[in-house]
């Protein structure tokens, strides 16, 4: 048994090549087609997860670039509104100034109409006040001079009432009322 | 009070006046002093408290009206004021002064005048406003010092003013 396995070792030496840098040809043939059978592998497996990984980068990034675009444009369009909101804000505060301007000056000229009407309705009512109070005096006056004239006379009367004349009054009165009918 | 019992009391004092055989003086007396009470806001108030007894609102009206009018006319008022009827005397007076005229188909003719008038001028006046007026009349003179002078005289409806306190009113209003 010894002498076979030592006659097997003796015939080919494991540890020695034919070549320093070629391989074996056997090797060469299934580690060929060891090689071709995984490139088919990845080829039928790995391919279209590649292909298709690459297709999502590819949109992903096309996505970016759109979103992008899209982003300037409406910082452009921003810009623009920006831009013109200014010129409207000045435009605004012109129209606010002249409005106001208008304002105050129709203000003013009603103020002062109003000034004047009120200053000649005032001046209209002191003239009536002053017609009336002078008006009210003479009648004040009049009814006072009229009260005491009416006292004097009862006074005056009652005082030459005396007996004599009392009877006067009588017989006057008889005499009137019997020549009446 | 009630008409019914004012024609009532009227009625009675009538018939006690009849009886007396005094009538027309009578009627006379209580006619003054029921324009008495009428004007005298005072005497009318004594007359008709009733927190003040009877037998001294009696007593007032015998004080007032003693020795100036009859016993009878004295005893009839006495008899209003003590029942409480004081402060229907003068509509009661009025009854009965028209009932009494009536009994001799006559009209009440008031006259008020400031100062008493004498029997002829009274005389006189009740001719003269019978003749005016076409109409027996009961003539009652009322002495009231508010006329101030003059007379006026009421008949009826009928008003016949000629007195002071008119013409000063007149005056007064044209003035």
Known sequence: MNLLVTALFAVEDPTQTHHWLLPETAEIIYGGLASVIVFLGLYKFAGPMVKKSMKDRTEKIQKELDGAAAARSKSETDAAGIRQALGDIEAERRKILAEADAQATAILADGRARLVKEVAELEAKAVADLVAARGRSGEELRGEIARLSSAATSSAVAASLNERAQQELIESFIKSVGAAK | ?175
Do not use: C, H, W
């Open chain 2, 1 to 175: 009070m009630s008409d019914a019992r004012i024609e009532a009391y009227s009625r009675a004092l009538f018939e006690v006046a009849q009886a007396e055989g005094n009538l027309a003086v009578v009627e006379d007396e209580l006619f003054r002093m029921a324009r008495a009470v009428e004007s005298s806001e005072q005497l009318r108030g004594i007359l008709t408290d009733a927190t003040i007894p009877a037998e001294r609102r009696q007593q007032v009206v015998e004080q007032l009206m003693g020795g100036k009018a009859s016993n009878t006319s004295v005893q009839l008022v006495s008899l209003i004021v003590g029942s409480g009827r004081g402060r229907d005397l003068p509509a009661i007076v009025d009854r009965l002064v028209q009932r009494a005229s009536s009994e001799q188909q006559r009209e009440v003719a008031e006259v008020r005048s400031a100062v008493a008038l004498s029997d002829d001028q009274t005389k006189r006046l009740a001719e003269a406003l019978s003749k005016s007026t076409g109409r027996k009349l009961n003539l009652k003179v009322v002495v009231d010092p508010s006329v101030l002078g003059g007379l006026v005289a009421t008949v009826g409806d009928e008003v016949i003013d000629d007195t002071v306190r008119t013409r000063l009113e007149q005056i007064k209003t044209r003035i």
